[in-house]
């Protein structure tokens, strides 16, 4: 393999692999390619991990020496346990290795946007050790490791959205003011109605199938709550402080993370195991019974909250390596430096006198973004994706089956909450603390 000198790196294409890979030629481009990179190694795990838990892959699975002994039930759930296990010590080991870089003139910082093919020899050596771990009391205490991680990446995809609808809202409202504003504001109109036809449509089906059991208390509790939560902060979203401190702050942010509160507190209903506050959708079409699964009978992940789920996961995975957000507050969740602004001029910067883009180096002062956090999110949507491809069951004492468990309810719940508070405080911050320069 050819590597690239350091005289020839600032002259080297951005795109040619051996500079890529050698680590030597950090620009605005391999900023974002290495986010890319690195969330693609997180997906392509999870591709793995849903072909694992596919109907027929067992027979295959059970092939592993001392992998799987009289457990038909769960082998591909415990497949998925190794490999999301695998991802999330790659992706932990790189946020330790990455704190506090602070520029690409730390050595660190090659390591980060270069050497792929080593990167992902390690993470395959890691897979095939994870596969060889004894049972013991593994899966049992990386379930709760599950049940931590996830809570924290469920408010972590909520802050994203919450970036997200704000560079959305932004966007369009300056569309509007250079071209047809009344086309650009029909559209916001239209989906931020959307947006909240769609999560009152999803109370009023809550409250119809998921609060009909003499012991649905909870469910109750947690409609209403969410619902008066979701009203208190669209009010505050309009305000007019609030309004005069963030004029594009607005309901369709507060529309869009009503919806994603509401899908939440679904997703949080559908793990309670009492069957009669928890009726599968194939039961309410069929209008039968929702039947509890035996412990020798095969549970299935791809139900529609789980598929739901990892469309969120990609979307949310997808835009935390391509964003590049101006919402202060949000940046300081997200441990995003502020100087994101460099990477246009810089990229612009880049073209030679022969029309060809080179490498430009945008780091040299300051990263774009948090490495260490950057990996420390990868690692916790790895937990993530492994609690819900297994539907967050717990597996029993003797690993002959998966049951759903009140803990996975109680965290999601709670995640909604603290993601609804976080959301709060990028409305009122500006307002409270008027002393400091949100801009």
């Known amino acids: 393999m050819a590597l690239c000198s350091i005289a020839s790196c600032a002259s080297c294409l951005c795109g040619s692999a051996p500079c890529l890979l050698s680590g030597c030629c950090p620009s605005t481009y391999n900023s974002t390619v290495s986010r890319l990179a690195f969330s693609f190694l997180l997906l392509l795990g999870s591709l793995v991990s849903v072909i694992m838990i596919l109907p027929g892959m067992e027979a295959q699975l059970k092939k592993i020496p001392g992998f799987c002994v009289n457990c038909d039930v769960i082998v591909g759930y415990k497949s998925v346990y190794r490999m999301c296990f695998a991802m999330a010590c790659f992706f932990f080991l790189f946020s330790i290795i990455m704190i506090r870089v602070r520029s690409s003139k730390d050595p660190r910082a090659s390591l980060q946007n270069g050497f792929w093919f080593f990167k992902f020899l390690i993470l395959v050596g890691i897979t095939v050790g994870a596969f060889f771990i004894p049972d013991g009391t593994f899966n049992t205490v990386w379930f709760y490791f599950g049940v931590v991680g996830s809570f924290i990446f469920i408010i972590i995809q909520l802050i994203l959205l919450v970036d997200f609808s704000h560079t959305w809202n932004q966007s369009w409202l300056e569309n509007a003011e250079e071209g047809n504003s009344k086309c650009w504001f029909a559209a916001l109109l239209s989906f931020t109605v959307l947006h909240y036809a769609l999560a009152f449509s999803a109370v009023v089906l809550f409250y119809i199938y998921y609060t009909t059991g003499d012991d649905c208390t909870e469910h109750k509790i947690f409609i209403s709550l969410n619902l008066i939560f979701c009203i208190i902060i669209s009010i505050v979203a309009i305000l007019p402080k609030v309004q005069e401190a963030q004029p594009s702050s607005g309901l369709l942010q507060a529309s869009l993370i009503s919806l994603y509160t509401m899908y939440v507190t679904w997703s949080a209903m559908t793990n309670n195991p009492n069957r009669k506050c928890n009726p599968s959708l ?63 001029d810089d990229h612009e910067a880049a073209m030679g006198e022969d029309g060809v883009r080179r ?77 400091r320069d949100f801009n």
């Open 359 to 435: 490498a430009v180096d945008n780091e040299e002062d300051a990263v774009t973004y948090s490495y260490s956090f950057f990996h420390f999110s990868l690692c916790l949507a790895s937990l993530y994706i492994m609690m819900t491809l297994t539907n967050w069951y717990q597996p029993d004492a003797d690993y002959q089956a998966m049951q759903s468990s009140m803990p996975a309810v109680w965290v999601k719940i709670s995640s909604s909450w603290i993601g609804l508070a976080l959301y709060l405080w990028t409305l009122v911050a500006p307002v409270i603390l008027s002393n």
């Open 282 to 344: 194939l039961s309410l079409v069929n209008n039968t019974p929702s039947p509890t699964p035996s412990p020798g009978q095969e549970v299935q992940w791809w139900d529609a909250q789980g598929i739901i789920g990892l469309v969120i996961f990609f979307f949310c995975t997808l835009y935390a390596s391509i964003r590049s957000s101006n919402n202060t507050q949000v940046n300081r969740l997200m441990q995003t430096e502020e100087n994101q602004g460099l990477a246009a």
